[in-house]
């Protein structure tokens, strides 16, 4: 083969390897949390990494700390939006809210399921 031919080659693999890593790099999760330094008190917090949700209660189990939950699309986690039992990590945040309540949720995937971090209500 002539070298013309060969370096060719070796170019053209080059750029599709090269392109290759820059695509994957681009769909990398950053495993660190980001901070910020809150100028006020001098301390450094966690910037929140989702925002909040936006559903309605359907039903609320105070025994087994339970929601379940009519909500829209949530694509950080690849969540279809539909109604869905959430387990909460806080039983109490529970308290006041009824079926028919806007609100407002955070949640977190543990393993195969999802948590309710935090719920705002809206009424």
Not at 16 to 32: F, K, Q, R, Y
Not at 39 to 53: N, R, Y
């Amino acid at each position: 083969m002539p070298p013309k031919f060969v370096f060719g080659l070796f170019t053209l693999a080059a750029a599709i390897g090269l392109a290759g890593s820059v695509a994957a790099a681009e769909t990398m999760v950053d495993p660190w949390p980001h901070y910020y330094d809150d100028e006020m008190s001098g301390s450094v917090q966690p910037v929140a990494s989702t925002p909040l949700a936006s559903g309605r209660v359907v039903a609320v189990d105070h025994a087994t700390g339970k929601i379940t939950l009519a909500y829209a699309a949530i694509p950080q986690l690849l969540l279809e939006g539909g109604t869905r039992n959430f387990a909460v990590q806080d039983a109490a945040a529970l308290t006041g809210l009824t079926p028919g309540d806007k609100v407002r949720f955070e949640i977190e995937r543990e393993g195969r399921s999802f948590i309710v971090k935090r719920i705002v209500n809206n009424h």
